[in-house]
């Protein structure tokens, strides 16, 4: 072990700028994959924050009693995937209008009682904003001898859950596409790096070192290599991230364990690169 | 290579002689294993080329010091450092390295040389770096493939009388080459030449 990390070190020592230029290489290869996830993950935040308003709106009777109001925010409570149910009353609904709607304020002035029904706001949990769950509860407002009437926007959220599978799909082949061509760029980059030492190679196995002894040297190399390209592509992406934030809109850092994924995907591919490009000459000499 | 049948026993110095494209350098790539043969068999120290798989050739290798006509020796590395390579990475205790080098390059004459760097060296100091590093497994047989073609007349008869003393320890050696000058200044050697692939003379056989 201590002979191929020396190896390893010295290969550095000896050709710094190969070294470096593969390291950038693998660098703006996981930085294209860096600021995709970066454009991914906002927009899964941005989705996410429209569904948590997604809710069913179940307009109650003029005439009920508070038994039967009681009732049904009971019953919508408990059921499955609720989060919470909040009770609008009339003065309250004719309230949020007037704000939404100041130029009605003058027809409002004019009416004699207020046109607006009290309601009963059901909120959803974040793994059950779904077009099954929002419907179900729907149904089971409808059933309520308090209701009067339920909307959920249908359409809406029928659009936004489509929305989401093509943003899922798109990210998946878009993130997919990134991932294999950063891993073609990072094999280009090491199998360069390998190349550049297949003298070494050819002498190693004509003095008779065992395929283990030379190739472990270059999957350190390999590794150490990506691990320098990861940590450089965290750091341009963190500075675009920086950018972005200060210059033009709002943005979110992606989560660490992301960081960490992308780091380790260097790292693996740099491994996976020089192992293959080493076995190739093992091969041919 | 066709119809070749060879058996070179121990301490044995054989030239293999022929023109360019006769098989000189496959004959001895087949018995370094570094290609192996379609039919037939070569053995190597109790090695089969039949049985001999990829991962255990290093066995076949440490059994063989190879010379080439080009050294390939490493560029940024001094003699003492090709050398000490060869050793290091058949796997040499480390506190043996640097003394069985030194010793390796005292018996090619390289001591004064041994901390300069290759192309400070002359042609025929860089192939006593490679003969050294060749010897540093300590093989049974050395084959060398035109080693003198890139070297002067001294330095050829330099190169020469080093294989015979290193033959003369009972190693065998196994010499390709097209100068048969040089094949006539070692009578004792035995002299197999080639063409097209073939047998077509044994000094052994007189045929």
Known sequence: MANTVKEAVSAFRRAPLLTGLSALMVGLALLVLGLFSLAAFNLKLALTAIEERIEVVAYLRDDIRSVDMEAALQTLRSLPGVEEVLYVSKADALQRALTQLPEIAEVASDLEANPFPASLEVRFQPGSRTTEAVESVSAAARELPAVEDVRYGREWVDRLFALRRIGAITAGTLGGAFALVAALIIGTAIRIAVFARRDEISIMQLVGATNGYIRRPFLLEGAITGLLGGLLAVLLTWGTHQAVYNFLFTLDWIPQTWVWAGVGAGVLFGVLASGLAVRKYLREI | ?207
Do not use: C
Not at chain 2, 15 to 35: D, Q, V
Not at chain 2, 40 to 67: A, C, I, N, Y
Not at chain 2, 86 to 104: F, W
Not at chain 2, 172 to 187: G, K, N, W, Y
């Open chain 2, 1 to 207: 290579m066709e119809g070749l049948s060879l058996h070179v026993p121990k301490g044995q110095f054989v030239f293999l002689t022929g023109h360019s494209g006769s098989g000189k350098t496959t004959t001895l790539r087949l018995i370094h294993m570094a290609e192996r043969p379609s039919a037939g068999e070569v053995r190597v120290s109790g090695f089969s080329s039949e049985k001999t798989s990829q991962r255990e050739l290093w066995k076949v290798r440490r059994r063989v010091g190879f010379v080439f006509q080009d050294f390939r020796l490493l560029p940024g590395r001094t003699a003492m450092g090709n050398v000490a390579f060869a050793l290091e990475v058949t796997g040499t205790a480390k506190h043996e390295i640097r003394p069985r080098a030194q010793r390796l390059l005292a018996q090619m004459g390289l001591s004064p040389k041994a901390g300069s760097k290759i192309h400070e060296l002359s042609g025929g100091e860089q192939q006593r770096v490679a003969i050294a590093r060749a010897l540093a497994s300590d093989p049974l047989v050395l084959l060398a493939d035109e080693p003198t073609g890139n070297l002067d007349e001294r330095a050829t008869r330099g190169i020469l009388e080093l294989f015979w003393q290193i033959n003369a320890l009972g190693m065998a050696v196994v010499m390709a080459t097209h100068d048969m000058e040089l094949v006539r200044s070692f009578p004792k050697a035995r002299v197999l030449e080639l063409d097209q692939g073939r047998l077509v003379y044994d000094s052994m056989e007189g045929s």
